[in-house]
């Protein structure tokens, strides 16, 4: 049976080769010819003999994703790349510039089924789950180098936990990108079972939880898996996770005009925030064209930042990034839907 490479960590690799006859160290060489020198082809990794090379094309051939878009923020620079995958299916991703370098919000995805009311990945429904390998190919579709990933693409993380944890153990690999489990992100609409998985995992990743309301009545207006999994099991989850790792989540909280951003709801969070290990992070709404919801005023937001801060809640507000291009955290789908909608 043929072996995507891409879908295997180090130690797998390693028994792969083991199990086709070929040394236990070609793994190494392999690995960091891919994950850390980024070549794309077997042809490239000259340290291998030639008729390994040879085998490796049969055995395990490379594939691409074929990138159909890439745009450039004229604004920040954020790039976003829509990719093919093999069966055809599309995916965004995009590499954000920081000051301290460069952060990759990876799809984990192709779709979702949560269907959030201000989001627009929901808005066609769940496709399937992506690979390991489609997620690290993300990763590998930028030249850049990388010091921080964030699942805050395409889908729920928690949904697909075992391939999203193999892809960033994966990133983790010293062999590869080295990047710590420190400046990994997991952001999720908030799955106890999930976050409780995570947690026993006893990797230091960074836990984010798309809060969004402070009470149950409105959170599941906005996202239906509320009804499923209302605040304090979600909450319950994540203190969990802060007992199990001694980190500190996030809150996230978009500000949706005249929606959840009312100076009274502020203090309904910080009652609900008080005593947890947890900070609030407000990211006002990044608008779309399918949904009639405005992003908060300034002012709003400012008002809402000093109601937690006086609380005594940690809180920060997200900056915008790639707005111009549509790469905003909500704003991925693909480029074909687009299109379609813009038919309507
Ligand atoms: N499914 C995961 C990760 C993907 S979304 C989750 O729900 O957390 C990443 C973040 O972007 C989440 O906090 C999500 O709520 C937020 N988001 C979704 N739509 C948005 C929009 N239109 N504007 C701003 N943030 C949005």
Redesign the pocket.
């Known amino acids: 049976m043929l072996v995507n490479i891409k879908d295997l960590d180090l130690t797998e690799l390693e028994e792969w080769l083991i199990s086709q006859g070929m040394p236990r160290y070609r793994g190494v060489q392999i690995f960091q010819w891919i994950h850390k020198h980024r070549v794309r082809s077997y042809d490239r990794m000259t340290n291998l003999p030639k008729g390994l090379r040879e085998d490796l094309k049969a055995e395990a051939p490379l594939f691409w994703p074929r990138v159909i878009q890439e745009q450039v923020s004229a604004v920040d620079g954020t790039q976003k790349l829509l990719l093919e995958l093999e069966d055809g299916e599309r995916i965004e991703t995009v590499l954000i510039p920081h000051k301290y370098g460069n952060s990759i919000?990876v799809s984990?995805q192709v779709g979702?089924a949560?269907a959030?009311s201000?989001?627009?990945?929901g808005i066609s429904g769940f496709k399937r789950n992506l690979t390991v390998a489609e997620m690290v190919d993300q990763v590998l579709s930028f030249a850049e180098p990388v010091s921080s990933i964030?699942?805050?693409?395409?889908?729920?993380?928690?949904l697909n936990l075992e391939n999203v944890l193999k892809f960033l153990a994966i990133i983790h690999n010293e062999h590869g990108f080295g990047i710590g489990y420190r400046h990994m992100t997991?952001?999720?609409?908030?799955i106890p079972p999930g976050i409780r998985r995570l947690a026993d995992t006893g990797l230091p990743i960074t836990l984010?939880?798309?809060l969004?309301a402070p009470n149950d009545r409105l959170r599941s207006e906005l996202?239906p898996i509320n009804k499923k999994y209302p605040i304090s099991s979600v909450l319950d989850a994540a203190d969990y996770y802060a007992a199990q790792t001694g980190r500190r989540y996030t809150l996230?909280y978009?500000l949706i005009d005249d929606v959840n951003d009312r100076a009274e709801l502020a203090r309904e969070l910080v009652r609900l925030a008080k005593g947890r290990l947890c900070h609030v992070n407000l990211?006002?709404?990044?608008?779309?064209a399918e949904?009639n919801?405005e992003?908060s005023r300034d002012k709003k937001v400012e008002t809402f930042s000093k109601v937690l801060e006086s609380g005594g809640i940690p809180v920060t507000v997200r900056r915008e990034m790639g707005s111009d291009i549509d790469a905003?955290?909500?704003?991925l789908r693909s480029r074909m839907e687009v299109e379609a909608l813009g038919e309507e």
Do not use: D, W, Y
Request: hydrophobic letters at 45%; proline letters at 5%.
């Open positions: 919000c984990s979702c949560l959030c201000f989001c627009a990945t964030v699942m805050m693409g395409m889908g729920e993380p928690l997991i952001s999720t609409a908030g984010a939880i798309s969004h996202m996230e978009v990211i006002p709404l990044n608008t779309m949904k919801f992003r905003a955290c909500g704003q």
